[in-house]
């Protein structure tokens, strides 16, 4: 789920990012899913983390904002109730034991709107187990990106907020101001091997960077990440490994 208007492309996505998924597993067995809960996957993406989660509970609804992401879930996993909404104003009639959501809400820069709809959507004691990107989150492939935009004169897309980073302290506070109660809350870091070893940050810039380059000459584009791969090189080239440099927050919280 993206608080974004770029359509996005499940191919690309499957295809050269399927680690965004696969890191998600891990936070399943945070989550603990029972057999008798009602589960909401907030961001659902292609389905991949949804459909493991059915396999326990099968009353489970998977939730994104991108029509093309909520279409090729539906197309592969047919036996789940999957829907295009909006992360900051969903409401469902009947509430859910837990809300379950893997890197989606740093893209939802109104966090706390994403955070009232999460704890209106709950029963009592209903938790949510979530992780994100946390502050400093890719940062050296971010700054790059900036630079090399404002030195070609895009100052506009250069400034771009596009995501929201926040510390654990800020996200915390936020909860407990919605009156959820956080029993637990991490932040780590998690360089991230990319897919291509030739192409690995331009491939990262091309699926999750999109809206930078807005209004922008398509020339210039793809100068700008060759350019950007080869300046982050000896941060993010390891072992003739291309990796990102994330940054991730983990956090349980129980609505009081």
Same mark, same amino acid.
């Given at each position: 789920?993206?608080?974004?208007?770029?359509?996005?492309?499940?191919? @690309?996505?499957?295809?050269?990012?399927?680690?965004?998924y696969?890191?998600?597993?891990?936070?399943?067995?945070?989550?603990?899913?029972?057999?008798?809960?009602?589960?909401?996957?907030?961001?659902?993406?292609?389905?991949?983390?949804?459909? /493991?989660?059915?396999?326990?509970?099968?009353?489970?609804? +998977?939730?994104?904002?991108?029509?093309?992401?909520?279409?090729?879930? &539906? =197309?592969?996993?047919?036996?789940i109730?999957?829907?295009?909404?909006?992360?900051?104003?969903f409401?469902?009639?009947?509430?859910?034991?837990?809300?379950?959501?893997?890197?989606? @809400?740093?893209?939802?820069?109104?966090?706390?709107?994403?955070?009232?709809?999460?704890?209106?959507?709950?029963?009592?004691n209903?938790?949510?187990?979530?992780?994100?990107?946390?502050?400093?989150?890719?940062?050296?492939?971010?700054?790059?990106?900036?630079?090399?935009?404002?030195?070609? +004169?895009?100052?506009?897309?250069?400034?771009?907020?596009?995501?929201?980073?926040?510390?654990? +302290?800020?996200? /915390?506070?936020?909860?407990?101001?919605?009156?959820? &109660?956080?029993?637990?809350?991490?932040?780590?870091?998690?360089?991230?091997?990319?897919?291509d070893?030739?192409?690995?940050?331009?491939?990262?810039?091309?699926?999750?960077?999109?809206?930078?380059? &807005?209004?922008v000459?398509?020339?210039?584009?793809?100068?700008?990440?060759?350019?950007?791969?080869?300046?982050?090189k000896?941060?993010?080239?390891?072992?003739?490994?291309?990796?990102?440099?994330?940054?991730?927050?983990?956090? =349980?919280?129980?609505?009081?």
């Amino acid at each position: 789920m993206k608080d974004n208007s770029d359509q996005w492309n499940p191919v @690309l996505y499957n295809d050269k990012h399927a680690f965004v998924y696969e890191y998600g597993k891990g936070l399943i067995d945070l989550l603990q899913p029972q057999p008798n809960e009602r589960i909401l996957d907030l961001g659902c993406g292609s389905g991949q983390l949804t459909d /493991t989660i059915s396999e326990i509970s099968k009353n489970i609804v +998977g939730i994104d904002n991108s029509a093309e992401m909520i279409a090729d879930a &539906k =197309i592969k996993y047919k036996h789940i109730d999957f829907r295009v909404e909006d992360a900051t104003q969903f409401n469902f009639d009947h509430k859910f034991d837990a809300i379950f959501s893997n890197a989606t @809400l740093h893209w939802v820069t109104n966090f706390n709107a994403a955070i009232n709809s999460m704890y209106h959507n709950l029963r009592s004691n209903g938790r949510i187990v979530v992780e994100f990107g946390g502050k400093g989150n890719v940062q050296t492939i971010v700054n790059q990106l900036r630079i090399s935009l404002a030195n070609r +004169g895009y100052t506009t897309q250069s400034q771009l907020k596009l995501w929201y980073f926040p510390s654990i +302290g800020e996200y /915390t506070t936020a909860l407990e101001s919605a009156n959820f &109660k956080v029993v637990f809350a991490q932040h780590f870091e998690r360089p991230t091997e990319l897919a291509d070893n030739n192409t690995g940050i331009k491939d990262w810039i091309s699926m999750f960077g999109k809206s930078f380059f &807005k209004d922008v000459n398509l020339k210039d584009i793809e100068d700008i990440k060759n350019e950007i791969q080869e300046k982050v090189k000896p941060t993010c080239l390891i072992d003739g490994k291309w990796y990102a440099d994330y940054k991730r927050i983990r956090i =349980i919280a129980f609505k009081q």
